[in-house]
Structure formats: C-alpha cells, structure tokens
C-alpha cells in the first residue's frame, strides 16, 4: 500500500461525517441560462440521490409551476436523500415550500432573509423588524415541517452582533441547520473558518444544531473557504455540481469531496458520496445546463488526469502517483480509451458505456446504437469522448415542434455563404434559402426565415471533442426572449449541422418555455424575488 492509500484506508472509520447538501438545482439552475427542462431536473435529481448527496434542494417553488411541480416530484421520487426547497421569509412562500416537498420521505423547508445592512434596506425593514420577522417566519416554517434550515443571506457582510442576534433568534425558533451564506464570495478562509467557530462559541443553543457553509465563487476561493468552515465547524457543505452557480458560481461539489478524500490525513472528515459517480454527473450537468466544463477546471476538467509534457508521462509510465494524487478511476473515468468502429456490435456498444458509467435502457441503448452506427461510417475511430457526447447530446425528440429535415451550405473563399434548409414546423415541411456572412451566419438566418422570433443569441461555443480532423463538434446555444433563457446543444462531425441543430434544440426548448409560461408572459425570475 502506498502511503496515499494508507492515509484514507486507516482514517475512514475513525472520520466524523460531514453532509453534502447539493443546490445545482436551486443555486446552481439559477445562473442565467442554466435552465434545466423538466425531465432534465428529475434526472439530475435521481443522479444526485444515487452518487450519496445528502440533502438535494430540489428547486424554489414560489418562483414558478414549473419549479413547483419540479420540487414535487422530485420529493415523491427521491429514495434516501432528504428534499429542501428554498423559500423567501414570508407565509406565502413557506406555505408553498411546504406543499411542494412534503411528498418526500424526508422533507427540509429552508427559509432565508438578507441581514446585511445592503439587503436590509431592500425590504425596508430596521433590525427590530427584522428580527421579529425571522421569528415569525421560522416558527411558521417549523409548525409544518420538523426539519428547517435558516440562512442570513449575506451572512459575511453582516454586522457580527446583529448576526449572533439573528442566529439566535432562528435558533429558539425552531432551525435545526443554520446556514453561513457568503453570498457574493466576499471571504477568505482565515475569516471563514473563524466566523463558523465565534458563531459556535457565541450564540445560546448552537451547539445543538447543524452549522453549514454555502460560498460563492467570486474570488475564487469557494472550496476553499467551505473547507476553512468546516475546520471551523461546520458540518454541512452546500455546493453544486461544476461548480455551477450565478456569477462565477457556488463551491463545486467533486473538489470539496475529493478534497476530503485526498486529504483525510488532515481534514479528517468523510462523506457518503460515492466518488466513481462524479464524471458521470458532471458531463450530464454541462450537457443540460448549456455549461462547458473548462478543460482545466480541478477534477472534472478534460485535462484534469492528461499528462502532456514528456518528463510528466515518462514519470506516468513509471509510476501513477508521481503526477497524479488520485486515480482516474476514483472519480470515475475509465483507465483506458479502447477505440470502437463500424464493426462494434451492440454487446460492446452496452459494455463500453457500462465501463463509461452509462447502463442505458433498451430503448436508449437502441437510440445510442443508430446514432453510433452512423458516426462509425462516417469516421473510422470512434473514442471513448465520441460516445460520451452521443450519450449526452443531439437526441432529436420525436416530438420536437421544429425539426431539421436537409440542411445542405455553401462556404468558400468567395462570399457570401449561401444555405438551403428544410424545416419540419409542427409537422409541415418548408424550404428556404438563406445568405449570411459565413456558413453558421447564413444557416441561422435560415432558421430565421423559417420561423421568424425576436429570441437574441447570447453565447455561441464550439468544442472538438476528440483531436483530428474528423472530430465531432459539440456545439452549444444560448438565447433570450422576454426574459427567458434557453439553451440548445448538439454534436455532429459537420460542425454547421451541428450549430443548426442546437440554435433548433434551444428554439423547441424556448416553445416549451412559451407554452409553460402561457404565451408572452415571462417567469418569475429568482432576482425578482429576492
Ligand atoms: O447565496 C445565498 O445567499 C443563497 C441563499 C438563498 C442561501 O443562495
Ligand atoms: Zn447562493
């Protein structure tokens, strides 16, 4: 045994358990144009529920029907992890909270109000009222469930006193979880771990709840301010899944846990996630969030187990852990890259995707299988990041209002670029030419002829996803009307095929968005709300 595999072997049983509490949901849905369908929730939400998380805030149910209804079957659904859903400090939100996660076999109500001086102001509400609201509200809160957490919002910018106050106040009123929000990623670990362990010391009646620390990731130093917190006390680490999150995101979930993993010989602390899920769910999360993972981001980077340099890979070769501090294998990426082709059957279609993390369904498995068939004649090696992406993106749903039927482009030196497309809308075929300056310029204005729409196109990213000339390109899509953010991916080998068919994947999911919203009216945005 190396001295790596000794540490966290023999420190195991000896670990005082840390919880995860996952809000890629909630937190992390709420960056803009992360917006997750329906079904692309309950997904996450079972995922989230198998890898081990302990608590899954499952969305805020005020905010709209469709996080109502998504909170609600995710709690009916869930099988070990306990269902929070987010609610402001007012009767009406906690009563619908309530509605939506009662369903669970163990269901968490949290409630939160702005503290600071600046969020203070915004209700218009003086210290004093403050206060007696958080008592109202939390005692509310804890009358309908026997589980609540509270959060300060903006706990890190609040006068010390007026916290300790408020804590105290949530505290008598029944919270058993009070959350330390560092809400625009204000701390560092020094002062984060120290206001957790002044908290603990100060305020009547801590000792006897469950301290949790929630960082955003402005500075940069999320992970490692929840960490400090823990050292600090704190037992519960919120987080999201790639670190997804307004701004520059929450604390990612994979570098917390790896971090504890890795280095239980100093933060003796063990959780109940099982790390061989991670990559699975990280590439699922970027998929349906319209999110890239950047190829360098710790854990579940492209470039997080790649070694390039010749001293790097000769050291590789002769022993793993001179570069690397965990195996791939630990967060679940497979050790080896064997190449599929035209040739592969299904048998080893289905064991190649169970060594990738996917046991598919029949029906997904055949869907998977058409797909890589028409991959493999078109390109002779087909890798292990070949299948991922069919896996994850460019199903063309039987049901899709819009749906690409010919798409043929004429690009060159000489301009302009001309593209011809046929487009089923609603079942009726049409056909429309289409110039633009370059190739995806003029297939998008084709799509525009087609079905004409005021949405705005705000991100436009192309990823290769293996290196050569006949690689497939991920492409993904974001766009914006009235207020509502969609997102659409694709992958093909035909890089503008590609680009049509997520600009068409995110104008079905703006149809979808329209439809769910009843006509113009646009949702309700969470920082409407706050
Ligand atoms: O960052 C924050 O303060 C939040 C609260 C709602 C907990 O997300
Ligand atoms: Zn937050």
Redesign the pocket.
């Known amino acids: 045994m190396t001295d790596q595999t000794k540490n966290s072997a023999s420190s195991q049983a000896t670990k005082e358990r840390v919880v995860i509490f996952d ?1 890629t949901l ?2 992390g849905e ?1 960056s803009p144009g992360a917006t997750m369908t329906h079904a692309e929730k309950l997904e996450i939400a079972g995922l989230l529920d198998e890898m081990g998380v302990d608590i899954i805030e499952a969305g805020f149910p005020i905010a709209s029907e469709g996080d109502f209804r998504a909170v609600s079957e995710i709690a009916a659904n869930s099988k070990n992890a306990v269902i929070c859903g ?1 609610a402001r400090a007012n009767i009406k939100d906690i009563d619908r909270c309530w509605e939506a996660v009662k369903g669970a076999a163990q269901p968490r109500i ?1 409630t ?1 109000i ?1 503290t600071s001086p600046l969020h203070r102001a915004i209700p218009n509400l003086d210290m004093d009222q403050m206060a007696d609201r958080i008592h109202e509200t939390v005692t509310h809160a804890r009358n309908l469930c026997d589980n609540v957490q509270w ?1 300060p ?3 890190t910018r609040t006068e010390w006193d007026y916290l300790c106050r408020t804590v105290e106040i949530a505290i008598k009123a029944g919270a058993s979880t009070i ?1 330390i ?3 625009v990623g204000y701390t560092a670990p020094v002062e984060s771990a120290d206001l957790i362990r002044r908290l603990i010391e100060t305020v009547p009646g801590a000792d006897e709840v469950v301290f949790a620390t ?1 960082c ?1 990731n402005d500075l940069g130093m999320a992970t490692a301010n929840a960490l400090a917190a823990v050292a600090g006390g704190a037992r519960q680490i ?1 987080c999201t899944i790639n670190g997804l999150g ?1 701004r520059a995101g ?1 604390t990612a979930l994979e570098e917390v846990v790896m971090a504890l993993k890795v280095r239980g010989d100093i933060m003796p602390y063990a959780t109940g996630i099982d790390t061989t899920k991670i990559m699975n769910i990280s590439r699922r999360v970027a998929t349906v969030s319209g999110f890239p993972v950047q190829f360098n981001k710790a854990i579940v980077g492209k470039n997080a187990f790649a070694h390039e340099s010749g001293i790097h890979q000769d050291g590789m070769l002769k022993n793993a852990e001179t570069f690397e501090i965990m195996r791939p294998s630990d967060v679940g990426l497979a050790e080896t890259n064997i190449v599929m082709g035209k040739h592969s059957g299904r048998a080893a279609l289905r064991s190649k995707l169970h060594d990738l993390g996917y046991d598919l369904a029949d029906n997904q498995l055949n869907d998977v299988f058409v797909r890589f068939k028409e991959l493999a004649d078109r390109k002779k090696e087909v890798y292990d990041e070949d299948l991922i992406a069919l896996v994850n993106v460019g199903i063309d749903g039987e049901g899709d209002r819009l749906q690409i039927k010919h798409l043929r482009v004429i690009c060159g030196t000489e301009g302009p670029q001309q593209a011809t497309l046929t487009m089923a809308i609603d079942g009726v075929e049409q056909t429309t030419e289409a110039t633009g300056d370059g190739p995806v310029d003029a297939t998008f204005n084709a799509v525009r002829n087609l079905f004409p729409h005021d949405a705005r196109l705000q991100l436009y990213q192309v990823h290769a996803v293996t290196e050569g000339t006949d690689a497939q390109a991920t492409v993904s899509v974001r766009m914006e009307e009235a207020g509502r953010i969609v997102t659409g991916q694709s992958a093909d080998t035909d890089t503008v095929v590609a680009s049509a068919k997520a600009y068409v994947h995110a104008l079905n999911n703006l149809l979808i968005r329209r439809e769910k919203s009843g006509g113009d009216t646009p949702e309700v945005n969470y920082k409407d709300l ?1």
């Open positions: 809000t909630r937190d709420q987010l949290h939160f702005g959060s919002m903006d706990a959350n929000p560092d809400t929630h955003h919120e307004e929450n706050t």
